[in-house]
Nanobody, 122 residues
Framework: VQLQASGGGLVQAGGSLRLSCAAS????????VGWFRQAPGKEREFVAA????????YYGASVKGRFTISRDNAKNTAYLQMNNLRPEDTAVYYC????????????????WGQGTLVTVSS
């Protein structure tokens, strides 16, 4: 499946952004979707993941309570609502997909979008 992430930008601390991940090429509903991020000089970090049925969601400790992952299989799109953003959330955000179970490790995902930059100013 091909993925296209969008919605990044510059926001002040405490603000909100919603990222979108549009899928094409295959039926989206059978895929787990994950969001990861990578800040300059740091390793890629798990942010959130959602099962294909919307019944299971997982969050990284640093974003839990502030970010919400969701998806609309009819629109072949997943979302990451980010609230109360902090400067340390600044990173390139990637969406990824895999067929089957939810995993939080990036090496378990087969398909990746190109990334969208989120910059949070203090």
């Amino acid at each position: 499946v091909q993925l296209q992430a969008s919605g990044g930008g510059l926001v002040q601390a405490g603000g909100s952004l919603r990222l979108s991940c549009a899928a094409s090429g295959r039926t989206f509903s059978g895929y787990t979707v994950g969001w990861f991020r990578q800040a300059p000089g740091k390793e890629r970090e798990f942010v959130a993941a959602i099962s294909w049925s919307n019944s299971l969601t997982y969050y990284g400790a640093s974003v839990k309570g502030r970010f919400t992952i969701s998806r609309d299989n009819a629109k072949n799109t997943a979302y990451l609502q980010m609230n109360n953003l902090r400067p340390e959330d600044t990173a390139v955000y990637y969406c990824a997909a895999r067929s089957g179970m939810v995993f939080t490790k990036s090496d378990r995902y087969d398909d990746w979008g190109q990334g969208t930059l989120v910059t949070v100013s203090s």
